[in-house]
């Protein structure tokens, strides 16, 4: 009997013990579920990695550009504000943007629309400078120096994309490439640009936007016209040491003349052309371009060359076509002389250009 008593008690003892530890287990889960599912107020996140202050440098600085033919909207593109003076405020863009027009406007980040002045253009550089009135200025871009910059430091810009709908934006990467080379077709001749490569998004629209640095300044002017439709994560900028030496002679409507040589070429690879010409091309002679026919009284018929001519070197400086010749060549001024070397007849020849001609004579 007392055996059966114990085991009573112990049965109703674990009975009670297990009930009341089953309350205090849910009463503790409950707790910890209305802790997590409490809403958190108050949070501040501090981002560190941000270039939130060099986009202020310059967003309002950056402007859409709208070029018409008559009334007709015929092209969009970017540019910026680079100075201002009492009366103006002066803008660069890309000469393709506005090279087809004779109205232009441009868009404030405001969204306010007001009429642009062509100031000055260049087909080679494809830069181009407008003029606002003054009172529209929202801000003012730094110039900096992309030498300072070296591959792999972050760059972003800002532009356009696509048009109007997408003003305003920013895209980021690093500088890609220094010192760069590439080849563009104008509207008359193949020639190369020196640039800066980024893999930071240019796309339609952002054309005549800058390339920015982690403080802001601008290092280079974009060009869609360098970009092919089948390349991805390459775009090109033109370096702004370059466009400031033709800033001034623009803001004064004035042609930047380049020298000319008088000739008349062709690439050493045209087979057929040159077949056509009567002109063979030694075998062991595999870069150059090769002169079809000179002009009369301009350096190069001064200084002897002729019909049938290789170029090879201008200043001791490889050429490997038409357009790199016209590269090297446009490094110089009228009236600089350069040394041209060429072959003929199985010879190495050497000859003094006096760049004494430009497009303006």
Same mark, same amino acid.
């Given at each position: ?5 114990? =085991? !009573? ?31 958190? @107020? ?13 986009? &202020? ?8 550009? +709208?070029? =018409? /033919?008559?009334?007709? $909207? ?7 504000? =680079? ?22 406007? %441009? ?15 260049? +087909? =080679?550089?494809? #830069? ?7 009172? /529209? ?38 500088? @890609?490439?220094?010192?760069? *080379? %590439? ?6 001749? $193949? ?7 980024? &893999? ?16 802001? +300044?601008? !290092?280079?002017?974009? $060009?869609?016209?360098?970009?092919? /439709? ?23 409507? +004035? ?12 690439? #050493? ?10 002109? @063979? ?14 002009? &009369? &009284? ?15 070197? #201008? ?6 076509? @038409? ?28 000859? *003094? ?9």
């Amino acid at each position: 009997m007392k055996e059966k008593i114990t =085991y !009573i008690i112990t049965t109703v003892t674990a009975l009670f013990i297990g009930i009341i530890g089953t309350i205090i287990v849910e009463n503790k889960l409950t707790k910890k579920s209305n802790t997590t599912t409490e809403p958190v @107020s108050n949070v501040n996140i501090t981002e560190t990695n941000t270039i939130k202050t060099a986009i &202020d440098e310059i967003y309002d600085a950056v402007v859409l550009v +709208e070029t =018409y /033919n008559n009334t007709t $909207s015929i092209a969009t593109g970017t540019g910026f504000v =680079y100075k201002q003076d009492e009366k103006k405020g002066y803008i660069i863009t890309n000469h393709h943007v506005i090279e087809q027009g004779n109205k232009f406007k %441009v868009v404030l980040t405001t969204g306010e629309e007001v009429e642009a002045t062509l100031l000055g253009s260049d +087909e =080679y550089s494809d #830069i181009a400078v407008l003029s606002i009135a003054q009172e /529209n200025v929202k801000k003012v871009a730094r110039l900096g120096e992309s030498s300072t910059t070296e591959i792999g430091d972050t760059v972003f810009t800002v532009g356009s994309p696509l048009g109007k709908e997408y003003m305003g934006t920013v895209t980021k990467g690093i500088l @890609s490439g220094k010192n760069r *080379t %590439v080849t563009i077709n104008t509207s008359s001749s $193949s020639m190369m640009l020196e640039v800066l490569q980024t &893999d930071a998004a240019i796309n339609p629209g952002n054309s005549g936007g800058p390339l920015v640095n982690i403080n802001g +300044e601008v !290092i280079g002017v974009n $060009s869609m016209k360098l970009v092919e /439709n089948e390349i991805e994560g390459m775009g090109f900028a033109i370096p702004i040491e370059l466009v400031k030496t033709i800033l001034e002679r623009l803001e004064n409507g +004035e042609t930047i003349n380049r020298p000319l040589v008088g000739i008349e070429m062709t690439d #050493i690879t045209n087979a057929y052309y040159l077949y056509r010409q009567g002109i @063979s091309i030694p075998k062991d002679i595999e870069k150059g371009v090769v002169i079809i026919n000179v002009t &009369d &009284d301009y350096p190069a018929q001064k200084a002897g060359l002729q019909k049938g001519d290789i170029i090879i070197e #201008i200043n001791g400086n490889e050429v490997t076509d @038409s357009a790199h010749f016209r590269y090297l060549l446009y490094k110089y001024e009228v009236g600089d002389s350069i040394e041209i070397t060429y072959y003929r007849n199985n010879k190495i020849e050497k000859s *003094t250009l006096k760049l004494d001609k430009s497009a303006e004579d």
